[in-house]
C-alpha cells in the first residue's frame, strides 16, 4: 500500500475512533473501560501516522 494511501487509511480510522468515543463520552452512563481503550487505540493510530509522516522505521 502507497504511503499517501496507508496514512489515508490511518486518518478514517482515527477520525471513526473520535466518533465512537464523542458517542460514548454523550450516553447518560459512559463506558469509562471502552472510552480508555478507544482513547488508546485513537492514540496509537495517532503516533503511527506521525511516524509515517516523518520517514521513520518502526
Do not use: C, F, Q
Not at 6 to 35: V, Y
Amino acid at each position: 500500500m502507497p504511503m499517501n494511501a496507508r496514512i489515508a487509511a490511518l486518518e478514517e480510522r482515527h477520525a471513526a475512533l473520535d466518533r465512537r468515543i464523542g458517542d460514548e463520552d454523550r450516553r447518560p452512563r459512559p463506558d469509562n473501560t471502552e472510552l480508555v481503550r478507544l482513547k488508546r487505540e485513537k492514540l496509537r493510530l495517532k503516533e503511527e501516522m506521525e511516524r509515517l509522516r516523518s520517514g521513520k522505521p518502526h
